[in-house]
């Protein structure tokens, strides 16, 4: 596609409950990121994929997170058993590859609201 | 990574330049200097970015010190539309992750 693509835009969710975020990076980026933002901060790093290799999770602030990314392609973000702190925009990001940091594009991101 | 310091907010007028500082006094020789901005409810933009020289294109221009130590994003003639928060970066060529950093930036109101 034209750009980065998030799903949904917006998701309201009860605590405890586990949820998905879904990211379509451009096509043809073998580098996708995922960042959240909460309310009135920076961008917090989370997790990186790089073609194939073995994805960077340093960033995943507790083992409730966790990312997939199937055929080099979309990529989906799970939080499982959410809580009220994870609420915060989720932001995916993809480069044709790491180096080509200018080429790094954001999607719009999907705002979570645990409740 | 080198980190960076912006004010947290500055107005401008329309149709003005807006000269958006950063101060990066321990950057390091092989560090880039980067800007991007969000627009509210989107994501980051890529703005512009460079080593030492000056860099121009066609949103902004980038004005590095001589010592490196601090630089100036300047938009020449502020619209409506550049109403964002302003993110300054310094990272090596390369660097992903936990070593690109965004900071809190500086939330610029360009005004009628």
């Known amino acids: 596609g034209a750009g980065v693509s998030q799903s949904p835009s917006n998701k309201v969710t009860e605590k405890g409950k586990d949820v998905e975020l879904r990211c379509d990076p451009i096509s043809g980026h073998t580098a996708l990121y995922w960042y959240r933002q909460s309310l009135g901060q920076g961008l917090e790093f989370l997790i990186y994929f790089q073609g194939n290799s073995a994805p960077d999770k340093s960033g995943l602030p507790s083992d409730r997170f966790s990312a997939e990314r199937t055929g080099g392609s979309v990529s989906t973000l799970t939080i499982q058993r959410t809580q009220q702190e994870d609420s915060a925009v989720y932001l995916c990001?993809?480069?044709?590859?790491?180096?080509?940091?200018?080429?790094?594009?954001f999607g719009s991101g999907t705002r979570l609201t645990v409740v | 990574d080198a980190k960076t310091t912006q004010p947290p907010s500055m107005d401008c007028a329309e149709g003005r330049a807006a000269n958006l500082p950063c101060n990066h006094s321990t950057i390091s020789g092989n560090e880039y200097v980067y800007w991007y901005r969000q627009i509210h409810s989107q994501g980051p933009q890529y703005i512009i970015h460079g080593l030492k020289n000056n860099e121009t294109n066609e949103m902004a221009s980038l004005i590095i010190t001589e010592d490196r130590k601090s630089s100036t994003l300047i938009l020449p003639h502020a619209t409506l539309r550049d109403t964002a928060v302003y993110y300054c970066i310094v990272r090596l060529l390369g660097a992903y992750g936990q070593n690109f950093v965004f900071g809190p930036g500086t939330r610029l109101s360009v005004l009628p």
């Open positions: 990001a993809s480069s044709q590859n790491r180096d080509k940091f200018y080429g790094y594009t």
